[in-house]
């Protein structure tokens, strides 16, 4: 079993910044992929931004290619997103995910978590 737990959502003004950390605990070294979903009410959870663990290999949707950052530390125990230039858009419930053990790091655009986090609520006003 892996647990994840999400901090440092906010509300923040459009252009502002903000950074998510998620720490994992229990079973991480199965951990193959890493990531950041996020869900506004009656939509689809939608992957943001992915790592592979393995060679830190990352994904992010269109939405926010170069607005933010996925990092991780050299284990599998803390993933961060820096958040910058964030527009109303953004705003959302944000979920930490982990995929263990499987072959995640050819699709990590397409991860599908098996873990998940509680959730971080995202609010940008303009």
């Known amino acids: 079993q892996v647990q994840l737990a999400e901090s440092g959502g906010g509300s923040v003004q459009a252009g502002g910044s903000l950074r998510l950390s998620c720490v994992a605990s229990?079973?991480?070294?199965?951990?193959?992929?890493m990531g950041w979903f996020r869900q506004v009410p009656g939509m689809q959870r939608e992957g943001i931004a992915t790592t592979y663990i393995g060679s830190g290999s990352t994904y992010y949707a269109d939405s926010v290619k170069g607005r933010f950052t996925i990092s991780r530390d050299n284990g599998r125990t803390t993933l961060t997103l820096q958040m910058n230039s964030l527009k109303p858009e953004d705003t959302a419930t944000y979920y930490c995910?982990?995929?263990?053990?499987?072959?995640?790091?050819?699709?990590?655009?397409?991860?599908?978590?098996?873990?998940w986090g509680q959730g971080t609520q995202v609010t940008v006003s303009s």
């Open positions: 229990g079973s991480t070294g199965r951990i193959d992929c």
């Open positions: 995910a982990a995929e263990t053990a499987s072959f995640c790091q050819y699709r990590i655009a397409s991860m599908r978590p098996n873990f």
